[in-house]
Each structure stands twice: as C-alpha cells, then as structure tokens.
C-alpha cells in the first residue's frame, strides 16, 4: 500500500480501531451484515435526496456530496464516533489540497440529530493527518492484526465477534 491509496474509511478506521483498519485493508469485511452500517446506509440514502451524491475521486475518496461555497459534507448517523469522522472529512480537504484545490470547508451532517458541525484543516491537522498516513501505511503491512483494545465502540462493532472472541 501506498500513500496515495489512502481511503477516506482508512482514515476514519484508523481513528476507530488500529485492528479494524487492519482487517479492512486485508480485506477482511464484516459490515454488510452489520445493524449499525445497515442502518448508517439507509440514513445516508434517504438524506439529502437532492444533492449530487458519492463523488468518487481518483478511486480513493468518496465524498458524501458537496454543497453550494465549496462546502464538502459527509454524512454520519450519529455522534458516537465524532472525532473519527472529523478526521475522514479533514483527510478529504487535505488530499484535495495536494491536488491543487484550495478553499474548500468540511461539515459532517447528522440527519437524525438535526445536527451538523464544520470543520476546516489548520496545519496542525494536515501535520497530524501525514503521520496518521505513515501509520496505516505501516499496520496495513503487518503479518497479524494490532493487539486487541477494548473500547466503548466494540459491542457495536461489526468486527466485534472476530476481535472479542
């Protein structure tokens, strides 16, 4: 794997779970089955009906829609895993930015909550965001998975049966 094949999930994994993100880039998926992702994909596509939505670019991000003022959206079901998703939109205005596209803004949508918070990329982030690159340049490549961790998230998880067994 290399630095330009850094997926938008690959970013927000990282920021969930160093294991799930090493199962993901292997190839190992658990979510079609998944209550919360169904859930997350009905919410998504029964949002925003009129926007141009998922806007693949280059093959590796794949932005919610994009909004009047170069506004980047990306859309989440709820706030359980803000910080993750904050990360994901900020690596989508950083990857952008390396292409040349200046300007652009973030806000992560939560429909259900009637909710929505912007957010931009200061330096510190786009600092933050190389290393957190490097990094899943470098678990992608282990032989096994990261050790287990447990968090608050892991009952929820689609990986959940394969990590806590």
């Given at each position: 794997m290399f630095e330009t094949d850094i997926t938008g999930m690959q970013i927000y994994y990282y920021y969930v779970c160093k294991r799930k993100l090493w199962y993901f880039v292997n190839g190992l998926t658990m979510e079609s089955e998944n209550e919360?992702?169904?859930?997350?994909?009905?919410?998504?596509?029964?949002?925003y009906k009129?926007?141009?939505?998922?806007?693949?670019?280059?093959?590796?991000?794949?932005?919610?829609?994009?909004?009047?003022?170069?506004?980047?959206?990306?859309?989440?079901?709820?706030?359980?895993?803000e910080e993750a998703g904050i990360?994901?939109?900020?690596?989508?205005?950083?990857?952008?930015?390396?292409?040349?596209?200046?300007?652009?803004?973030?806000?992560?949508d939560f429909p259900l909550l009637k909710q929505s918070v912007d957010v931009e990329l200061t330096k510190e982030d786009e600092i933050e965001l190389e290393k957190a690159i490097?990094?899943?340049?470098?678990?992608?490549?282990?032989?096994?998975?990261?050790?287990?961790?447990?968090?608050?998230i892991c009952k929820s998880c689609a990986y959940c049966d394969l990590c806590c067994i």
């Open positions: 919360n992702v169904k859930i997350g994909k009905i919410v998504d596509e029964t949002s009129n926007e141009k939505k998922h806007i693949l670019i280059n093959d590796t991000i794949n932005i919610d829609y994009i909004s009047e003022h170069k506004l980047l959206h990306e859309v989440k079901k709820s706030r359980k895993i990360s994901q939109i900020k690596y989508y205005l950083y990857y952008l930015k390396k292409r040349g596209v200046e300007g652009l803004r973030g806000r992560i490097e990094n899943i340049v470098k678990i992608s490549s282990l032989d096994l998975p990261p050790e287990f961790e447990r968090k608050r």
